[in-house]
Nanobody, 122 residues
Framework: QVQLVESGGGAVQTGGSLRLSCAVSTRTFSTYAMGWFRQAPGKEREFLAQINWNSGSTYYADSVKGRFTASRDNAKNTVYLQMNSLKPEDTAVYYC???????????????WGQGTQVTVSS
């Protein structure tokens, strides 16, 4: 069983930055990549970024490209999401998740963190 524990959410003003962390209890060989998603009230869960554990290669949604950066620390089994130039529309609950196959659809991700709230005020 893989457990993901997120931290780092909070409240910031427009233009501010936050860094989210996601610690993974067990990174098995079959865990291909980690993804970051968010969900705002009344909206569907939105893919933000994916990072490959081995290569570190990343892929971003257009909505966050250039503002958000995913990274990982293999020794700590932890992935990060650095979020800069935050906007009020970035307000949501943010989730990390693990996948054996990759992709932008949330259904491809098997394990999920508990979520962490990010609130951006104008």
């Amino acid at each position: 069983q893989v457990q993901l524990v997120e931290s780092g959410g909070g409240a910031v003003q427009t233009g501010g930055s936050l860094r989210l962390s996601c610690a993974v209890s067990t990174r098995t060989f079959s865990t291909y990549a980690m993804g970051w998603f968010r969900q705002a009230p009344g909206k569907e869960r939105e893919f933000l970024a994916q990072i490959n554990w081995n290569s570190g290669s990343t892929y971003y949604a257009d909505s966050v490209k250039g503002r958000f950066t995913a990274s990982r620390d293999n020794a700590k089994n932890t992935v990060y999401l650095q979020m800069n130039s935050l906007k009020p529309e970035d307000t949501a609950v943010y989730y990390c998740a693990s996948t054996r196959t990759g992709g932008t659809w949330y259904g491809k991700y098997e394990y999920w963190g508990q979520g962490t709230q990010v609130t951006v005020s104008s």
